[in-house]
């Protein structure tokens, strides 16, 4: 596949830096006791997201033979953690979003760990993107330090000033979740107006190797949630922040260490711009269908029933 234009990577670490730090500010010990207290839903979670999902992928990109650059895409995506949309799309599906932010919370410190030993495991697993990974040679150390500085570093100053400076994170929130869509949008139009050629040619490819894998990714957190008999209402916060997935990560990741890989990238933006319109199409569906009755979530919160 085609070449493409690297954008500044300072630029862009820094300012995914900003994004999790504008979104670490709303975390408190609380979303980390909450998992302590009632810790199926979260576990049910984080299994399906960082051991169900990138093995799912690897198999299934070994399986169907997809062009080594695509599949790498693929794992890259599946590896990272949950993106932070699902919490404002738990809230529009009325689904549990104590569970939605705990989730988010637990995976993206997981995530400093997982992320990097998840795509170094899967990308090797596979003996198509196995030639990649060890054409790039891809440095473990530095891809671990890369997650650390962009996701690590910044959501504990975020949770640390947010704590010690409650008025300051919540009159920022508003502005910084805006830059944050903002943030990934240029992130986006990165990707593909330096692959514009490639996009167009490789459309027909791509786009339904997004759409089937975000739909496994809904389907595997749904399918995990109701298998373990949780409340409707954790169903909806485990498989949305299965199926959201922070791809604003793996573009900076594809960025770092595969520039000259344009279907990574494709694969890291498109999912980024249809994990959005599938979670937003599942929530609306959701929001029109009340919750059970005797859902702890119901039961706690009355209002949701509205």
């Known amino acids: 596949m085609n070449e493409i234009a690297l954008p500044d990577l300072t630029v862009l670490n820094v300012l995914l830096a900003f994004m999790m730090f504008g ?34 992928t690897c198999l299934a990109t070994y399986l ?13 995506v599946a590896s990272c953690p949950g993106g932070t949309f699902s919490n404002a799309l738990t809230w529009l599906g009325r689904g549990n979003v104590a569970v939605s932010v705990s989730m988010t919370a637990v ?14 495991l899967y990308g090797s697993l596979n003996p198509r993107t196995r030639e990649l990974m060890t054409d790039i040679d891809v440095d473990r150390v530095n891809l671990l330090l890369l997650v650390l500085l ?8 975020g949770s640390m000033i947010g704590s010690r400076f ?3 994170a919540g009159r920022s929130e508003k502005p910084l979740r805006l830059t944050s869509v903002l ?45 373990l008999r949780l409340p409707v209402s954790d169903r909806r916060a485990v498989t949305l922040e299965v199926g959201i997935q922070n791809s604003g990560l793996g573009l900076v990741i594809g960025f770092t260490f ?4 344009g279907g990574v990238l494709l694969i890291a933006a498109f999912w980024g711009v249809w994990h959005l319109v599938a979670g937003l199409t599942l929530a609306q569906v959701w929001s029109r269908r009340p919750l059970p009755a005797d859902d702890p979530f119901v039961l706690a919160a009355p209002e949701v029933r509205s």
């Open 23 to 56: 979104v670490a500010l709303t975390l408190r010990a609380e979303d980390f006791r909450r998992v302590l207290r009632a810790p199926l839903a979260p576990a049910a979670g984080l299994v399906a997201q960082f051991l169900l999902l990138p093995a799912g």
């Open 64 to 76: 169907l033979d997809i062009d080594p650059e695509l599949a790498l895409g693929m794992i890259l």
């Open 107 to 120: 995976s993206s410190l997981a995530a400093t760990v997982l992320t990097p030993l998840n795509f170094a």
């Open 150 to 157: 962009v996701l690590g570093l910044p959501m504990l100053a």
């Open 166 to 168: 409650p008025r300051f």
């Open 183 to 227: 943030v990934f949008l240029a992130f986006v139009a990165i990707a593909f107006g330096n692959n514009l050629d490639l996009f167009l040619d490789q459309f027909h490819t791509f786009f339904w190797l997004v759409v089937a894998h975000n739909a496994f990714a809904l389907v595997l957190g749904w399918a995990i949630a109701r298998g």
């Open 258 to 261: 595969f520039p000259e890989l």
